[in-house]
């Protein structure tokens, strides 16, 4: 093999590594396949309180300043939406209503980002208009941050 036909495989390796999922977003869907087989495993004996044990757990893996603000996320959550089911989705806590889950916390480390975030997939009643946020990026909490994510927490279960 000449050097052209060496330099253009390993530019296509390179260009197709770029192209799929980075090393965090592989290791985040083994998380999801795991956390499907232990539900599975569960099956109907499954409880709200596997749920939560499984998410304390992971925040308690978590390092600062994630893990405080996943812990104030989690209290926040449960004082302003007690119907909603812990769980993980993806290796980060979640909180579900009938299985289908309505908010998230992702940590900034998971991902290497320089914020961590919180988000609402499409089942949160957040409608307001024709344009409103769904996720929002998070370096700290104020009391007004959580004021604000605990009013948004119980719309989207409205």
């Not at 296509?12 to 592989?26: I, L, M």
């Not at 985040?28 to 309180?49: C, D, F, N, V, Y």
């Amino acid at each position: 093999m000449n050097q052209a036909q060496k330099s253009t495989k390993a530019t296509t390796a390179k260009s197709r590594a770029s192209v799929g999922f980075s090393e965090e977003e592989r290791a985040a869907m083994k998380e999801h396949a795991q956390e499907l087989k232990t539900a599975a495993r569960r099956g109907s004996r499954a409880t709200k309180a596997d749920g939560e044990a499984d998410v304390v757990a992971k925040i308690a893996e978590m390092a600062e300043p994630d893990r405080i603000m996943a812990e104030r996320i989690h209290a926040i959550v449960k004082a302003n939406a007690p119907a909603l089911t812990p769980k993980l989705w993806y290796g980060m806590p979640a909180y579900a209503m009938g299985g289908k889950v309505v908010c998230f916390f992702q940590t900034a480390e998971k991902f290497k980002s320089r914020y961590a975030t919180f988000g609402f997939n499409d089942i949160a009643t957040l409608d307001e208009g024709t344009m409103w946020p769904t996720a929002f990026a998070l370096t700290k909490l104020t009391a007004a941050d959580e004021e604000r994510l605990g009013a948004l927490v119980q719309k989207a279960v409205s």
